[in-house]
């Protein structure tokens, strides 16, 4: 085998192996995308607001519910993913684990909106618009 051949060959099972490297590391990938409810993106919208203390109850309602909500969608994209035959594929040729998941994502997204509503009816008119201006349709569990 010449010295270009040999080349051509490592560099082809190189390029494989990066492909499938990526393709591993794609599920971590996809869920990390989203800052919905992260710790940094909770943070940045309680300053945004300036949410008082008398407003404190509320805010820990919304912000467990948001962080619920965060968790049922990862739980779903994961679930979608192992259904596309991911690192570890559901069991069973049914998707009843991703119907499970997207029925928690349901009901997680109808809890956020519930505290969220209640979150937003403690808020002066100046936070209401701040809010209004600030939050994502998802942060508000529409």
Known sequence: MSSASRRRYLQ????SLVSTLALTALPATV???S????P???????AELGVKNTQTGPWSDY???LQTYRQAVRDVREAE????????????SDDAVLKERLTARLL??????????????????????VADATLTAGECGR
């Open 31 to 33: 869920l990390a995308q």
């Open 12 to 15: 082809r099972i190189v390029a």
């Open 63 to 65: 912000v467990a519910a």
């Open 81 to 92: 993913i192992e259904l596309m035959g991911g690192a570890q594929a559901i069991e069973g």
């Open 35 to 38: 800052e919905l409810g992260s």
């Open 108 to 129: 997680a997204k109808a809890a956020l909106k519930t505290r969220y509503e209640a979150f937003y009816g403690a808020l002066d008119s100046d936070q209401r618009q």
């Open 40 to 46: 940094e993106r909770i943070r940045q919208v309680k």
